[in-house]
C-alpha cells in the first residue's frame, strides 16, 4: 500500500504547519473542545439507512440516549448522509426515497436541534440528495443531487434555494472549503469532482480522480482536499490553489473507501474501508499509511466521524448495525453500540454548555 506524488507535491513549511495549528485551533473554539465543554457534551449521530431513523450517542457513556425516527416508513424512505453546523448545535440529514434515478417529493434536508434531538427544518431538495455540507459561516447547506446530476445549495434559515449547478453522473459526495470559497461534489459513474465557485456561483473544473469517487473532505487549512475512491481502493488528493491532483493513496482494490475523518488535533486522516472492515489511517504530512485497525470492527464500515476534542472515533457499521468506538490515541477499539438497521453514515454535535 503505497503513496504517488505528482512532481506539484511541495514540502510542509513551517509557515504551512502554523497556518494549519492556527486553522486547527479555530475549528476546536467552533466546536467547542473538551476542556471547554462539560462532560456528556457531543453527540454522536448514526443515520439507519434501513430503519429510517437516527442512533444518538452520549460520547460520555457510549451508550444510545435517543433515536428520531425521520420517517414512519423503513424501507421506503432512508436518511444517508450527514453534516454538522460550525458551532456543532444543528445536524443536516439527507433524506430520499429508494428510486435514486428519480426526483420526488421525499428527496429532502432535514435539520435536527442536538438540544433536543427534534428535527426543526425540512428543506426540499429534489434530485435524491445522497450527502450534504455546511458553509463555514452556517448560513447555507449543499447537496450532491444523485438522480439529477446536480449539485445544489440553500439558505438554512428560509430554505431558499441559491443554486443549482451540473455535476458528473452519480453525484454522491460534497463538502465546502474552510474559506466558504469551492463547492466540491464527486461522481461516481464519470470518476470525477466539480469544483463550484461559491462566488461566482459557477463552475470552474471537473477533477478526474479514483474510481467509483464516493466521500471528499478538505483538510483544516483548505490547502488539499481528500476524495476516497471506492472501486480504485485509494485516496486522491487534490490541491486547492489549482484544483490539481497531487498524491494518490493507495489502500488496495479490496478496501472500498468511503467516508473519511481528518483529525483535528494530529496530522492525521481516518478512512473507513466496507470491503476489509478497515479504519485506514493516513499520515497527511507524507501521505503515507501508517495503520490500519481491523481487530474488533464491526462489518462494512461505510460511515465514520471524530468527536472535536480529538479523543474518539465512531465508526457506522452497515452490516453489523453498529458503531465502532476508537481511542484515537492508541488506534485501538475500545466498543461496539447497537444501533438502528442499516447504518449509513456519521457525525458528531455539541450541546452547549449551560451558563
Given amino acids: 500500500m503505497t503513496s504517488t506524488h505528482e512532481q506539484r507535491t511541495r514540502p510542509r513549511s513551517l509557515a504551512g504547519r502554523v497556518a494549519t495549528l492556527l486553522m486547527a485551533a479555530a475549528v476546536a473554539l467552533t466546536l467547542g473542545l473538551a476542556s471547554a465543554q462539560e462532560p456528556g457534551s457531543y453527540r454522536v449521530y448514526i443515520s439507519n439507512e434501513y430503519s429510517a431513523d437516527i442512533s444518538v450517542i ?48 421525499e428527496d429532502a434536508i432535514v435539520v435536527i436541534d442536538v438540544l433536543t ?19 463555514p459561516d452556517g448560513t447555507e447547506v449543499w447537496a450532491a443531487l444523485e438522480a439529477i446530476a446536480q449539485g445544489g445549495g440553500w439558505n438554512v434559515e428560509t430554505g431558499e434555494e441559491i443554486a443549482r449547478f451540473r455535476v458528473g453522473i452519480e453525484a454522491e459526495g460534497v463538502d465546502v472549503s474552510p474559506d466558504g470559497r469551492w463547492v466540491y461534489i464527486t461522481a461516481e459513474t464519470t470518476h470525477t469532482v466539480t469544483v463550484f465557485d461559491r462566488h461566482a456561483l459557477e463552475v470552474v473544473k471537473h477533477v478526474l480522480v ?30 486547492t490553489q489549482d484544483h490539481t491532483v497531487i498524491a494518490t493513496i493507495d489502500l488496495g482494490l479490496d478496501s472500498r473507501p468511503v467516508e473519511m475523518a481528518v483529525d483535528p488535533i494530529r496530522d492525521r486522516l481516518y478512512v473507513v474501508g466496507g470491503g476489509t472492515s478497515a479504519v ?76
Avoid at 82 to 97: E, H, L, Q
Avoid at 117 to 135: D, F, K, L, S, W
Avoid at 216 to 236: Q, W
Fill in 58 to 105: 452520549d460520547s460520555a457513556t457510549d451508550m444510545v440516549i435517543d433515536t428520531i425516527t425521520i420517517t414512519g416508513r423503513p424501507g421506503e424512505v432512508r436518511p444517508r448522509g450527514m453534516a454538522v453546523s460550525p458551532d456543532g448545535r444543528f445536524i443536516y440529514v439527507s433524506v430520499s426515497d429508494f428510486m435514486p434515478t428519480v426526483e420526488t417529493n
Fill in 117 to 135: 434531538n427534534e428535527v426543526v427544518n425540512r428543506i426540499p431538495a429534489g434530485g435524491n440528495p445522497e450527502r450534504v455540507a455546511a458553509t
Fill in 210 to 239: 479514483g474510481n467509483r469517487p464516493r466521500e471528499v473532505r478538505f483538510s483544516l487549512d483548505g490547502s488539499v482536499a481528500y476524495v476516497s475512491g471506492e472501486v480504485g481502493g485509494n485516496v486522491t488528493v487534490i490541491e
Fill in 280 to 355: 485506514y489511517v493516513i499520515d497527511t504530512t507524507t501521505y503515507e499509511l501508517i495503520a490500519t485497525i481491523r481487530e474488533q470492527m464491526g462489518r462494512r464500515p461505510w460511515g465514520i466521524a471524530i468527536t472535536p476534542d480529538g479523543s474518539k472515533i465512531y465508526t457506522a457499521d452497515g452490516l453489523s448495525d453498529s458503531s465502532t468506538v476508537i481511542d484515537a490515541e492508541t488506534l485501538t477499539v475500545i466498543g461496539q453500540i447497537q444501533t438502528g438497521r442499516g447504518s449509513h453514515s456519521a457525525t458528531v454535535g455539541v450541546v452547549p454548555r449551560a451558563d
